[in-house]
């Protein structure tokens, strides 16, 4: 069954586009652009995940989701908002957002978490991750491949945790900024791109399957490669 | 000089010739002319005492008629003197605080009313400001966000375009991105200025954050071979916002590197003086002027060389000041004759209560 997505949009190009995006993707696509229409649908409707503006009109979306968190409805959020700054982010994630998106956003970047949220639910937390035949021990913080141990700093430690866990998802810079290096703000440089070549140098040079790959102009993927 | 001292100097003089004069009277009437009748041997002492004692009498009431007068013009200048002080509070965040109202109907009051009359109106057009901003940075960005998306379409749909135009269209969605980080920057200090922006006060090991920011800065200055070292770094105890703190360490560190010259080094010292951290980072680049180190906390203020190269909005210096402040420290550039250029944060230490 497809994956259903409520995007909850007041202007109509913006819905309209993301809306194309996503159905790229292969998902089920629903527009509503009144914050009261949307609220009433999430109640009754089992959507995967909702793409939630903050602006709307009628009710506003931070109201939304305080509401239908009130309402028991645990359907994953994530917010789009005008304002990029770290209060906003902190307050949006405070009502209960999985996750917070300032515009203007990549569409790679909105389709990308959009997938995170909507496979939240399958992930479990093993105490061991592995891909291939790479391992990492995330309570010893251990790393192996093919039995040779890696020595890891703690920030790639955070980065490879962070990556294996996601196996299989591009994570965007930006994605990875948040959660690794906790910056909500756009530090405007290359910190990203230079720690992926040096964790790419530990675990896969001098093997013959890479594990760890650039997706351009979307970020970075661990996975197997086919 | 104040009014009030002034006259207070004029009174006294005043006070003084009086009991001067007195005191000459006083002496001629009781003591000289006493002695000139006892030389006499007459004791004529009931002649006309009356009438000196009125005159010494009347001539003692002026001093205490200016003493009294002094009071009551300390007493009428006293609403000036506390219109003042609350002008001194006054800034923009304030603009509504009453000030304090002078019961009657005088210039005092008057010079009241017209001052809270230019408040409102200030705190209006203040008030104007803020609302234009916040709105404007929903308006802006909507657009942009269409324009980016409809960028990106262009480019996933059309992956035959030729290089130039390719670049083109990055050009711009980088240029739409800039647009929108200006944006951003603008409500955050707008929204700074209204007082509506809270941090956090909580306990920061700041030096962890250094730390960090140099791990950070050595990855920066990579790709312009520039030497990064980390000279000192004391354990410091900071009260205050630990994601606000890091973003002032990001955009001095990302400054250090995007105006320091090839080849160059950039130096981070962190030391405890006393009851503040001391934070210096230091890098070699052109010198800047101490006028322009003032200015450059102004928003949108550009160093003299700095504008072709690097590609800031102009606002980090200003959100690194405000953040600065807003934890209770201070800011400043310095440059020295051998071409290097300081930032140098001094912040307060948590209290060790």
Same mark, same amino acid.
Request: charged share 25%; hydrophobic share 45%.
């Given at each position: ?226 | ?26 002496? @001629? +009437? ?8 006892? /030389?006499?041997?007459?004791?004529? #002492?009931? &002649?006309?005492? $009356? ?86 940075? @929903? +308006? ?8 980016? /998306?409809?960028?990106?379409?262009? #480019?996933? &749909?059309?992956? $035959? ?193």
């Amino acid at each position: 069954m497809a994956v259903r997505i409520l995007i909850v949009e007041d202007d109509k190009k913006t819905a309209n586009f993301i809306a194309k995006a996503l159905m790229e993707e292969g998902f089920a696509v629903d527009i509503m652009h009144d914050g009261d229409d949307a609220l009433a649908a999430i109640k009754i409707t089992p959507f995967d995940a909702v793409v939630l503006d903050i602006m709307l009109i009628g009710r506003d979306g931070l109201s939304v989701l305080k509401q239908m968190r009130a309402h028991g409805v645990q359907t994953p959020v994530l917010l789009l908002s005008a304002r990029g700054e770290l209060n906003e982010r902190v307050e949006g994630l405070n009502a209960g957002a999985d996750d917070y998106l300032p515009k203007p956003f990549a569409l790679e970047e909105l389709t990308a978490r959009v997938r995170a949220l909507a496979r939240r639910g399958g992930d479990v937390k093993t105490p061991i991750l592995q891909i291939g035949d790479l391992t990492l021990d995330t309570i010893s913080r251990l790393a192996e491949r093919g039995g040779r141990r890696i020595e890891l700093t703690t920030r790639e430690y955070r980065l490879l945790e962070f990556l294996m866990r996601s196996a299989g998802r591009v994570c965007s810079r930006m994605m990875i900024l948040e959660k690794v290096w906790d910056y909500h703000f756009d530090p405007g440089s290359n910190v990203v791109d230079v720690y992926i070549g040096k964790l790419r140098e530990k675990i896969d040079a001098d093997c013959g399957v890479k594990l760890l790959h650039s997706v351009r102009g979307e970020g970075y993927v661990m996975k197997e490669a086919r | 000089m104040t009014i009030t001292k002034r006259l207070g100097i004029g009174y006294a003089i005043m006070a003084a010739t009086c009991l001067c004069l007195l005191a000459w009277l006083g002496y @001629h +009437e009781f003591v000289a002319e006493k002695a000139a009748f006892a /030389a006499r041997g007459v004791s004529d #002492l009931h &002649e006309d005492t $009356s009438a000196e004692f009125s005159t010494v009498f009347f001539l003692g009431l002026v001093p205490v008629m200016l003493g009294l007068g002094w009071l009551w013009t300390r007493h009428v200048l006293a609403p000036l003197g506390a219109l003042t002080r609350a002008a001194e509070q006054i800034e923009s965040n304030n603009l509504r605080m009453p000030l304090p109202r002078s019961m009657n109907d005088d210039e005092v009051g008057k010079l009241n009313a017209v001052f809270s009359a230019m408040t409102t109106r200030l705190d209006e057009s203040f008030q104007q400001i803020r609302e234009f901003t916040l709105h404007a940075s @929903h +308006e802006l960005k909507t657009p942009l966000t269409v324009m980016r /998306a409809q960028l990106e379409t262009v #480019l996933r &749909e059309n992956q $035959s375009l030729p290089g130039t135009q390719t670049e083109w269209i990055r050009g711009q969605i980088d240029e739409v991105n800039r647009l929108a980080k200006i944006v951003d920057s603008l409500t955050l200090l707008t929204k700074a200025d209204a007082g509506l922006v809270t941090l956090e006060r909580k306990p920061v090991r700041f030096d962890e954050l250094v730390q960090e920011a140099f791990e950070d800065a050595l990855v920066l200055a990579h790709p312009q071979h520039l030497q990064v070292t980390l000279d000192e770094c004391a354990g410091v105890l900071l009260t205050g916002d630990r994601h606000r703190l890091r973003q002032m360490l990001l955009i001095l560190a990302d400054n250090a590197v995007k105006y320091n010259c090839p080849g160059g080094g950039i130096h981070i010292a962190l030391r405890e003086l006393g009851d503040v951290a001391e934070l210096e980072i230091t890098n070699d680049g052109d010198t800047i002027s101490p006028e322009t180190q003032r200015r450059l906390f102004n928003r949108f203020a550009r160093g003299e060389n700095a504008t072709q190269k690097a590609e800031g909005c102009g606002l980090g210096l200003t959100i690194a000041q405000w953040i600065v402040h807003a934890h209770g420290g201070n800011i400043e550039l310095r440059s020295d004759a051998e071409k290097k250029t300081s930032a140098l944060v001094r912040l307060p230490l948590a209290s060790k209560t």
